[in-house]
């Protein structure tokens, strides 16, 4: 019936100890006051420290994810390789930042109303704290995201540079043939002109044909023949200019064709090459999780697509995505909810213990008062610096005294050594005067 009267709790040591003290420390529990408690206060804090260590732990692999892919750089094959150097320390740095803010939403949770019931006024208490673990968790889950989605990622990623290319090309297709069409016109107006010129040509040439061979009547090449060759020849010079022109315009189209091809081509192919960044990464996520895939249903018999009629290949993925978002928001809020419905246990009474004997020790007492609506009011009295201050009265006073009788005893001894030598206290006035003289 007895036999657990001189219950004690046998502390382990070795490896299986430190382990056991070290999720202690992360649940921010009072290992000293956990050696005199029971197996369930054990097993309590090192759930919740385990809890608290998982997350720091997955917050340095979160932050490893994000820094390789920020700072990553194409190696010789083109492929990126992350910086280790910076990345492994901004890792353990971030983790360990994670580790200090959910130790410490931990701990400043308290034990609620020591119930399994998590009432109103505890979890309106406890908004803030759940607040920042769902913040956090949201920071732990982006980059981890982004590593269990990669090939989601990069598949959504591909179709992306694709239409992107496309629109691309569109853009360079219309500016070129912006530029082509002002070309056109350009030389179809030449053509005109060349056209029209050369009828002038023709009409001087023939003229002086027939002016040099007499078949106007003329004698040969004189005068007048020579004024034809010489409109002749002006207009076979303009002519030879508008050709020229023509044609040098004619060549730029040509090359123009060539030069919008390499533009096309090299447009693709760096849209289709580019590499993800981090926020790409997040942007993919956000895509998957808003939208799904469908393409134009296809008609074998007549080997057409169906217009107005879509396939989807896929759905929306915020399901999962959430799913995983949740995971981690529940790892990281789950040790303030435990905090709140765990029973007040033996662990929570010494604790108690232990605060008032070290405010007992400090001259801190805190009394309970209650008021006329039964709520719950906390008085803090300081008995130190009242003992302080009565030490002090009390000395001052003595001291008071102390001097009053000592100028007392003072006043008597003088009264008696007047009494016997009145002389060397008085002197006659006559006495004075002689001597003075």
Not at 114 to 132: D, Q, S
Not at 251 to 277: A, C, H, P, W, Y
Request: charged share 25%; with cysteine; glycine share 6%.
């Amino acid at each position: 019936m007895n036999e657990h009267v001189d219950y004690k709790v046998k502390e382990t040591t070795g490896i299986t100890g430190g382990v056991r003290k070290l999720l202690w420390f992360c649940a921010g529990a009072d290992k000293e006051i956990l050696k005199y408690t029971n197996y369930y206060d054990h097993m309590k804090y090192l759930g919740i420290g385990g809890v608290v260590l998982s997350t720091a732990f997955l917050a340095v692999l979160s932050m490893g994810f994000a820094m390789h892919t920020v700072f990553a750089e194409p190696d010789a094959n083109g492929e990126l390789q992350g910086n280790w150097f910076i990345t492994v320390p901004i890792a353990i740095v971030w983790g360990l930042i994670i580790f200090n803010l959910d130790r410490f939403i931990v701990t400043s949770t308290g034990k609620g109303d020591g119930t399994e019931k998590i009432t109103g006024g505890e979890f309106v208490g406890a908004i803030p704290r759940l607040a920042m673990a769902i913040l956090i968790g949201f920071c732990i889950s982006a980059p981890l995201e982004t590593y269990i989605f990669d090939k989601e990622i990069q598949r959504e990623w591909k179709l992306s540079m694709d239409q992107l290319a496309l629109s691309k090309k569109y853009e360079v297709i219309q500016t070129e043939n912006d530029h082509n069409k002002e070309l056109n016109e350009k030389v179809i107006v030449l053509e005109k002109d060349a056209k029209a010129q050369q009828m002038i040509v023709d009409k001087w040439a023939t003229a002086f044909e027939e002016e040099a061979s007499g078949m106007r009547g003329g004698r040969g090449i004189g005068p007048e023949a020579r004024a034809m060759k010489s409109q002749l020849d002006e207009a076979t010079a303009k002519l030879n200019s508008i050709e020229s022109e023509r044609d040098s315009l004619r060549n730029i189209q040509r090359q123009n064709e060539n030069l919008i091809k390499f533009k096309i081509d090299s447009v693709m192919n760096d849209t289709k090459n580019s590499q993800m960044g981090f926020l790409d990464k997040i942007m993919m996520i956000e895509r998957l999780s808003a939208n799904g895939k469908s393409v134009p249903k296809f008609d074998p018999a007549t080997n057409t697509i169906i217009q107005g009629q879509e396939i989807e290949i896929y759905g929306s993925a915020s399901g999962p995505i959430w799913l995983v978002r949740l995971l981690f928001m529940i790892l990281e809020i789950a040790p303030v909810i435990l905090k709140l419905m765990l029973v007040k246990s033996a662990y929570d009474h010494m604790q108690d213990n232990v605060q008032e004997i070290v405010l007992a020790k400090q001259g801190v007492f805190v009394e309970v008062v209650k008021d006329e609506n039964e709520k719950i009011h906390y008085t803090q009295k300081n008995y130190n610096p009242q003992r302080i201050v009565s030490i002090v009265e009390h000395q001052n006073k003595l001291e008071e005294e102390n001097s009053k009788h000592a100028l007392n005893v003072f006043a008597e001894r003088e009264k008696k050594d007047i009494d016997q030598n009145v002389d060397n206290y008085v002197k006659p006035q006559n006495n004075t005067e002689e001597g003075e003289a």
